[in-house]
Each structure stands twice: as C-alpha cells, then as structure tokens.
Nanobody, 126 residues
Framework: QVQLVESGGGLVQAGGSLRLSCAAS????????MAWFRQAPGKEREFVGV????????SYHDSVKGRFTISRDNAKNMVYLQMNSLKPEDTAVYYC???????????????????WGQGTQVTVSS
C-alpha cells in the first residue's frame, strides 16, 4: 500500500502563486509515474499533469501549460506542483496520484492512477 499526503493548499488571489507538495511512503517511489488531478465542485475530475519516473519528462493539460510545473525529488519521496498566474478557474481540490504502469509519453494518454492522496483545497479569489 502506497500512501500519498498532499499539503500546501490554501487561499490565493488571482495572479498569485502556490506550491503544492506530495509526500509518498515506501521504498519504491521511483517506480511510479506521478500525476496531479483536480476536481472543482459540480465538475468532472480533470487531469492536470504527469511526471516520469526519472523526472526527465513532463506532460500537462492545455489549461495549465505555461503556468504549472511538476517536479520530483526521488531521494526525498516528494512530488511538487508549482502553480503560477493562478485564475479563479483553477479553484479545486488537487490530488496527488501514483501510476505503476504509465507508458503514454508523447501521446494523448492520460494516467490511470493506482493510488490517490486525500486531496488539498486550492481557492483562487477574484
């Protein structure tokens, strides 16, 4: 069982920045592609972005390209989501996830997570 714990959510004004962190348990962290998803009230769950096992490759949803950056530190079992130029439309619960088998680099494939964190609320005010 892999446990994922997000932190860093909160209230921020439009145009501001926020960094989310995800701490993972276990000794096999580098075996997983790590992805962020989000869900706003009354809306479907949305893919945000994914980072490869080595951290060398990332892929993002069009709505956050150029504004959000995913990074990871395998030595610390940590994944991060740096969010800049935030918009009210970014308001959602953000989830850290782990995908054991993801191989969709360079395609439109979206991760199918095996493990989910509890989520952290991000609210962007106008």
């Amino acid at each position: 069982q892999v446990q994922l714990v997000e932190s860093g959510g909160g209230l921020v004004q439009a145009g501001g920045s926020l960094r989310l962190s995800c701490a993972a348990s276990g000794r096999t962290f580098s075996s997983y592609a790590m992805a962020w998803f989000r869900q706003a009230p009354g809306k479907e769950r949305e893919f945000v972005g994914v980072i490869s096992r080595s951290g060398r490759v990332t892929s993002y949803h069009d709505s956050v390209k150029g504004r959000f950056t995913i990074s990871r530190d395998n030595a610390k079992n940590m994944v991060y989501l740096q969010m800049n130029s935030l918009k009210p439309e970014d308001t959602a619960v953000y989830y850290c996830t782990a995908d054991v088998n993801f191989t969709g680099w360079g395609t439109a494939q979206v991760p199918k997570p095996d493990y989910w964190g509890q989520g952290t609320q991000v609210t962007v005010s106008s």
